[in-house]
């Protein structure tokens, strides 16, 4: 189901002093987390975003390229309450949820307390993630959609603001569970973290091998993320990044004229991937010190935000076709 995004109004001045109080914080964070991540500016780009726009990410990329070091870095420059699953195999859903004991008073009465589960924090880091059940990924799937879970039939709302830094291993080994296509779609971005370029490599290697390693620094608060936010929602969008927006999600549904799509994709983006383009492009203009996304953002943005939300047909995988030449190619037609 489709959610409206209202847009509170405010008057250009207040906007744009607004915007510039954020673009200070912001370069803040940005240089905060520089001091420990080293390179990887795109991938820290896009996962910052999609963390202003109030989302969650899918980190995917082969082991030894510091996803966990990232989410731990930007749970300590943004302040958040960070808790750290490992996913495995035998991983139950109250191990993540929580669950109910029974415990007794002085009276001898008997009553039922609910403890929770490492998912409350603010910031959620599911390590590995496509090891777990289909069954446990399944609870995850309402925390990130809801903000909420439900233990023995009640109601328990999760911390403000949520979000889930989850990572992949884009391997086949043994012992893991693809993630189903509504959870996938749950997710705001894919963002592949690709091998460093190699003078960030030699800078890793001088840098991380010494006696004492670069450490984070808390520069922003949970209560002013959340402002930067609701800037973000209100911030205006375009008529012609809307178009550009709706062209390339639409082009890549079988079935709407486009006969690369047709010939190469099985099933395309719903709803959900215009939402998510329209909030991560109004975050990556402000990111980058600008009042108001460009069609750029959108052909940006396009990869990360469709990749997951797309599956070739058996021919197009034969050939060695792959989503994101898929993307590329759409994203240049508009």
């Known amino acids: 189901m489709s959610v409206m995004i209202k847009e509170s109004p405010i008057s250009e001045k207040d906007m744009v002093a607004q915007a510039e109080k954020a673009l200070a914080d912001i370069s803040r964070v940005r240089n905060g987390v520089g001091r420990v991540i080293f390179g990887q500016e795109s991938v820290v780009e896009r996962t910052l975003v999609a963390l202003l726009a109030g989302g969650h990410a899918l980190l995917v990329g082969v082991p030894g390229l510091a996803k966990t070091k990232l989410v731990e870095t930007l749970g300590i420059v943004l302040g958040l ?10 991983l139950m859903p109250s191990d993540i949820l929580g669950s109910e004991v029974m415990e ?19 910031l959620l880091m ?3 993630i496509n090891r777990a059940s289909p069954r446990t990924q399944s609870a995850l799937l309402q925390s990130m959609q809801e903000y909420h879970v439900t233990i023995a039939g009640v109601r328990h709302d999760l911390p403000s603001p949520f979000h889930v830094l989850a ?6 080994q043994e012992g893991t569970y693809p993630l189903p296509e509504a959870q996938l779609d749950r997710f705001l971005m894919q963002v592949d973290i690709l091998y460093p370029e190699i003078e960030a490599e030699r800078r890793i290697l001088l840098e991380t091998t010494g006696i004492e390693d670069a450490k984070a ?16 929602r209100r911030m205006p969008v375009p008529e012609s ?41 109004r975050a990556r203009a402000l990111y980058d010190g600008r009042l108001a996304p460009s069609v750029d953002d959108v052909r940006a943005l396009a990869e990360p935000v469709l990749q997951h939300r797309m599956a070739l047909t058996f021919a197009a995988r034969a050939e060695g076709t792959t989503v994101r030449d898929v993307v590329a190619k759409l994203a240049k037609g508009i």
């Open 81 to 90: 309450d960070s808790r750290r699953i490992q996913f495995t195999p035998d």
């Open 126 to 128: 599911a390590d590995e």
């Open 167 to 172: 990572t992949q291993n884009p391997l086949e």
């Open 217 to 232: 620094e808390n520069v922003l608060q949970p209560a002013r993320l959340k402002d930067i936010q609701t800037l973000i």
């Open 241 to 281: 990044v809307v178009e550009a927006i709706l062209k390339l999600v639409r082009s890549a549904r079988p079935g709407q004229g486009n006969a690369d799509t047709d010939k190469h994709v099985a099933w395309g983006p719903g709803p959900r991937a215009s939402q998510a383009l329209t909030l991560c492009t």
């Open 104 to 122: 007794q008073d002085e009276l001898g009465k008997r009553s039922f307390r609910f403890i929770s589960g490492p998912i409350f924090a603010q």
